[in-house]
């Protein structure tokens, strides 16, 4: 049985991209960060009750729930996954058409997304 069937048994290829936001809360005194690599901060450190699943941070976990990154994971450069995920092209940096080319690509059963990929791949 190959490892990716074993994943996939497992239930771990629906993993989300990092647990982080789901597993840890870092409140510092300039603020709080879902991550140990988040920047900016997302709340003021007297905010941490209201913060744990405010807007923002349900945000981020619905992008990574998604396999994606969030605008705030991608301007977190120093994250290790969003450095692996930018080196092998699959994060895309936050644009204003994302949603619409998301949405386009669902509608399309991802076939728009595969093909980029192997175009990507042969250059």
Not at 20 to 36: D, F, T, V
Request: aromatic residues 8%.
């Amino acid at each position: 049985m190959s490892k990716d069937k074993a994943l996939d048994e497992l239930g771990f290829s629906n993993a989300p991209l990092c647990r982080e936001p789901w597993e840890s809360y870092y409140i510092l005194r300039r603020g709080i960060l879902p991550c140990c690599y988040g920047n900016p901060i997302v709340a003021p450190m007297n905010d941490w009750k209201k913060t744990w699943n405010s807007p923002e941070i349900q945000d981020i976990r619905r992008h990574l729930s998604l396999g994606e990154l969030s605008p705030y994971c991608l301007a977190s450069r120093g994250c290790p996954i969003v450095q692996r995920e930018l080196a092998r092209g699959t994060a895309l940096p936050p644009s204003k058409f994302l949603p619409i080319v998301h949405r386009l690509n669902k509608i399309l059963f991802g076939l728009p997304e595969k093909i980029y990929r192997s175009l990507k791949r042969n250059l």
